[in-house]
T-cell receptor, first 114, second 115 residues
């Protein structure tokens, strides 16, 4: 079974600065998908970024980028130029190729301070 | 309009009552999922369906049942609600193929309170 661990329950950052959220996972599969989801106070689960394990290039989406280290089973999220609207709970998630489920970490509450 | 919709958005019910949560999607995806989220925790899978004739249990299916009425509709039922089923419930969809394969997209959630 896969496990996903987010070791930072809470983090804070000043507006316009950069912050990195950590995620590690454990799996015996060779091909899989990794995701970061954002859950703001509205409680909606919003996809932030997606990484396919067979792709060596790190995914980027505007101010969001990942550092994917397959051998270390690490998948961190970097948010550049942090904005007040980035304040949310961030979940790291693992998806296998069977499409049966996502395994979620416990979440990191990020607060962006003005 | 939202691609994945859930009704109701909020529901209060009493112990022992039967309730149904509904999910509809316009993304054209074959796969649909029901998750629950408890305070301070990530999401856990209740049931999933890969097509209209395919229903599978997730990690916490006890006390729940589902129905896939059409490709676009997937409903979750609590046959006899109990207080520890108080949670936030999410529906999600995904596709097997394409650039965004295996990526799950979530509805807005249904907050359920069982008294």
């Amino acid at each position: 079974a896969q496990t996903v661990t987010q070791s930072q329950p809470e983090m804070s950052v000043q507006e316009a600065e950069t912050v990195t959220l950590s995620c590690t996972y454990d799996t015996s599969e060779s091909n899989y998908y990794l995701f970061w989801y954002k859950q703001p106070p509205s409680r909606q689960m919003i996809l932030v970024i997606r990484q396919e394990a067979y792709k060596q290039q790190n995914a980027t989406e505007n101010r969001f980028s990942v550092n994917f280290q397959k051998a270390a089973k690490s998948f961190s999220l970097k948010i550049s130029d942090s904005q007040l609207g980035d304040t949310a709970m961030y979940f790291c998630a693992f998806g296998g190729t069977s499409g049966s489920r996502l395994t979620f970490g416990e979440g990191t509450q990020l607060t962006v301070n003005p | 309009d939202a691609d994945v919709t859930q009704t109701p958005r909020n529901r209060i019910t009493k112990t022992g009552k039967r309730i149904m949560l509904e999910c509809s999607q316009t993304k054209g995806h074959d796969r649909m999922y029901w998750y629950r989220q408890d305070p301070g925790l990530g999401l856990r899978l209740i049931y999933y369906s890969f097509d209209v004739k395919d229903i599978n249990k997730g990690e916490i299916s006890d006390g729940y049942s589902v129905s896939r009425q059409a490709q676009a509709k997937f409903s979750l039922s609590l046959e006899s609600a109990i207080p520890n089923q108080t949670a936030l419930y999410f529906c999600a969809t995904s596709d097997l193929t394409g650039e965004e394969r295996e990526t799950q997209y979530f509805g807005p959630g249904t907050r359920l309170l069982v008294l």
